[in-house]
């Protein structure tokens, strides 16, 4: 089993930045994909960014594309997402959710499906002024 920790959010001007970190526990963590996406009040969860942890392939949605980049340190269990230029309409609540172990497919799709994580954190909020 693995467990995940979101920490980082904040409040911050348009055009300013913020690095959330995902913690992740237990020894198949860094075998899965990891997905970074954000619920806003009112709104659907929306997917943000993955990256399978073995290969370090990531993708992003086109809302996030050039400004966001998500990484991660194998060593610390950690995964990174750098939010940079952001917008308003990046207020939400930030979330990191973790696929199967070993399960490359789970980062296939470009939608996010709740129902493909094996578990998600409580999450971090992010408030974006303008």
């Known amino acids: 089993q693995v467990q995940l920790a979101e920490s980082g959010g904040g409040s911050v001007p348009a055009g300013g930045s913020l690095r959330l970190s995902c913690a992740g526990s237990g020894a198949t963590f860094i075998r899965r994909c990891i997905r970074w996406f954000r619920q806003a009040p009112g709104k659907v969860h929306e997917g943000v960014a993955h990256?399978?942890?073995?290969?370090?392939?990531?993708s992003y949605s086109d809302s996030v594309k050039g400004r966001f980049t998500i990484s991660q340190d194998k060593d610390k269990k950690v995964v990174y997402l750098q939010m940079n230029d952001l917008k308003p309409e990046d207020t939400a609540m930030y979330y990191c959710?973790?696929?199967?172990?070993?399960?490359?497919?789970?980062?296939?799709?470009?939608?996010?499906?709740?129902?493909?994580?094996?578990?998600w954190g409580e999450g971090t909020q992010v408030t974006v002024s303008s």
């Open positions: 959710g973790a696929g199967r172990p070993w399960a490359p497919e789970d980062c296939d799709s470009e939608v996010l499906n709740l129902e493909s994580l094996s578990t």
């Open positions: 990256i399978y942890l073995p290969s370090g392939v990531t």
